[in-house]
């Protein structure tokens, strides 16, 4: 089974909504909450993801690859396409 890591805070309405989606399809994920050390970990997500900069929240990764948020989570859900990431080994 893939492993999936989210960054989060914990006001963001969009951070609990991917949350919600990942436990309601019931696939395990690694919640990392950055709301105590926020400015610090952004940066890092930002360099962890690369060319694109993005630090806005929740941040998802599936076995270590980059998908986005949660429009991306919430696109690759009604696709299908996250069941194809979700098979792929960890």
């Known amino acids: 089974m893939a ?6 805070v914990d006001y963001c309405p969009y951070c609990n909504k991917a949350k919600k989606l990942l436990n309601e399809r019931g696939i395990d994920f690694e919640n990392i909450d950055i709301t105590s050390n926020e400015g610090e970990m952004r940066e890092k ?5 690369g060319s694109t900069g993005r630090t806005t929240v929740p941040q998802i990764f599936i076995n270590s690859k980059h998908i986005g948020g949660y429009t991306d989570l919430k696109e690759l859900n009604e696709s299908g396409k996250l069941d194809i ?6």
Request: glycine share 6%; hydrophobic share 55%; charged share 25%.
């Open 85 to 90: 990431l979700l098979k792929e080994p960890a």
């Open 45 to 49: 997500i930002g360099e962890m993801i």
């Open 3 to 8: 492993k999936v890591v989210i960054y989060t």
